[in-house]
């Protein structure tokens, strides 16, 4: 692998990061709670408090998983 394909990775890459930032940026300006919905689990203790959004992140993953998919097949592979 020669450094111009590393280097378009890595654009694409961050690209797709600024996608993804501006997608939970317009989901949180729509209202809808990433990391506080029904499912998610917080704990709060004297002194301490744990957070896990496992609802959140199921639904993260279906999303991507579908998004990966349909790259995938336009692409052919």
Do not use: C, Y
């Amino acid at each position: 692998m020669d450094a111009a394909s590393v280097g378009k990775w890595i654009v694409l890459l961050g690209l797709g990061l600024v996608v993804a930032g501006g997608l939970v940026w317009l989901l949180a300006k729509l209202g809808i709670p990433l990391g506080r919905l029904p499912g998610d689990i917080h704990v709060q203790g004297e002194g301490s408090s744990f957070h896990f959004p496992i609802v959140t992140w199921i639904i993260v993953s279906v999303v991507l998983t579908l998004i990966v998919n349909i790259v995938a097949r336009f692409l052919g592979r």
